[in-house]
């Protein structure tokens, strides 16, 4: 995350930015998977082994989590550094496939 210290406001607002700007350019939500997956190979993994893995959005703005149609994950969780983006395509509340 361009070496910024966690703990400044200026990385706070880099979030905010980010989170905003890649929800208004790609006019989707950023989300979580329901299990920490630490490498989006390891999501690619465990989506190809049959496990059903389901996303939500996290913060104030979660409640509202689409169930069909592609999203853009990112992981791992906060509070870790975000290491790795993916597009995701869901059908009726699982994930089924990861670019």
């Known amino acids: 995350m361009l070496g910024y210290n966690r703990a ?3 990385f ?3 979030y ?8 208004l350019l790609y006019k989707k939500t950023i989300m979580y998977t329901s299990k920490n997956f630490k490498t ?6 465990a989506i ?13 703005y ?8 592609e999203i853009i994950l990112e992981g791992p969780h906060y509070p870790e550094p ?3 983006y993916a597009n995701g395509i869901l059908k009726n509340r699982f ?5």
């Open 8 to 10: 400044t406001p200026t």
């Open 12 to 14: 706070f607002l880099f």
């Open 16 to 23: 905010i930015f980010q989170f905003f700007f890649v929800s």
């Open 40 to 45: 989006k190979k390891d999501l690619k993994e």
């Open 48 to 60: 190809k082994s049959g496990e059903k893995i389901t996303i939500y959005q996290a913060g104030p």
């Open 62 to 69: 979660g409640g509202n989590e689409p169930t069909e149609g």
């Open 82 to 84: 975000h290491t790795w």
């Open 95 to 99: 994930l089924i496939k990861v670019k």
